[in-house]
């Protein structure tokens, strides 16, 4: 049976995380809100069909598995589909990295969003900007500093954050650059200078047979002015 | 061996959900930063002596295993000192209902820090006010019908989220809104009102015998304008 990924069908949003994985493991899966529309997924976050009712998209349901946050979907698929490592102390490590991916996606929300996820950019634009200030300044440079340090320190090599094998957190940090350079192109041009490990990593990741066909297909659904990252030039350095 | 916990010595924050459930345990635990100071914390992060250098604090050392980031370190220690479900299903909606406790602390912080953590909260305070309509009329309630649906729905009975015992999210659940009602009284009035067995939970919680020791001890931090909950009146209802 395949798995079902519950997630908004217009935007890459933190889904796009969990499709990058399902993808790259050639996993056999159903992208339900895009294939039957968004009905099973209110139903769900509802509590109809499950005691354990997810508190917002994405979530996953194997059988009767049904699992939320980003994160946790990860930690259970990682090991099913071979993007995690065996041995439980580089899988909690692995975990941890994506907690931290997590965070950083956070931030990289509320970039434009400072005030509330329930009102326009428009109506607090003058507030993103300030925040931008910090984020472009402080948190990028030390997030990717911190993903930087890990690929050093990693004693499997430089080329992944966890051992020898690409893991399902080396596909997320690439997600992560791609949708800042989407996002702050001008940003990223420098910090990037910085992170000369974290900048082979995205781009090796990017040249992965499975996730090159992916993205060059319709199934990679493009940046836009909904998603997590967006464009706004204002908000660049 | 202790535990060791590794955390800011003059507050509560993203420690305490630790705190709590080692206390709860009645586990051999030392308070590093509190008791031999700031320098092993800071080197840890550094990388000396750990290849898996956390990204902040807290984080736990539990022989030669690091682990950063709080539901990580709750999932690490829920099984080893009692406060996890046996049955994996059940233990990874209980590491769920903690990423989504972590989500909600993380918009309790930037109620009063909607712009960046390294300004002063009277730097922010416009825009802080502002956030702060959002988070009292939206995600207080969004987030408390949640775990009030999760009570209800809990086949082991709603006087606990996850089965018939307590575990650490429950001990989360309660000092989330314990700071809450600490740093918007009258906001949680009226919310809890409308979760009552998420009320119920947190009376239960506080009346436990080792929390309510830990809670009356030198060993808990007061509440104050540092940490996370903050009882600023200007962000109350």
Not at 97 to 106: N, S
């Amino acid at each position: 049976m395949p798995y079902e990924l519950f997630y908004w069908p217009s935007i890459q949003g933190r889904g796009e995380f969990v499709r990058l994985a399902l993808e790259e493991a050639g996993a056999d899966y159903v992208d339900v809100a895009r294939e039957r529309g968004l009905g099973e997924m209110s139903r769900l976050m509802e509590g109809e069909g499950t005691v354990t009712p997810p508190f917002a998209p994405p979530f996953l349901r194997d059988g009767e598995v049904v699992v939320g946050q980003t994160a946790a979907i990860l930690h259970y698929l990682g090991g099913r589909i071979g993007l995690a490592p065996r041995n439980e102390g580089a899988r909690l490590w692995t975990h941890q990295l994506q907690l931290t991916i997590a965070d950083f996606v956070d931030e990289a929300h509320d970039l434009h969003h400072p005030i509330a996820s329930s009102l326009y950019y428009h109506e607090q634009k003058a507030e993103a900007a300030r925040r931008a200030v910090d984020f472009r300044e402080t948190r990028i440079p030390k997030f990717l500093s911190w993903f930087e340090r890990v690929l050093e320190l990693n004693p499997g090599g430089d080329k992944h954050l966890v051992g020898r094998r690409t893991t399902y957190a080396d596909l997320s940090l690439f997600q992560v650059v791609e949708g800042l350079n989407y996002a702050l192109p001008r940003t990223m041009e420098w910090a990037l200078q910085d992170s000369p490990h974290v900048a082979a990593l995205h781009a090796a990741v990017g040249e992965r047979p499975n996730i090159r066909g992916y993205l060059e297909s319709e199934r990679r659904i493009p940046f836009n002015d909904d998603g997590i990252f967006r464009h706004y030039p204002e908000l660049d350095a």
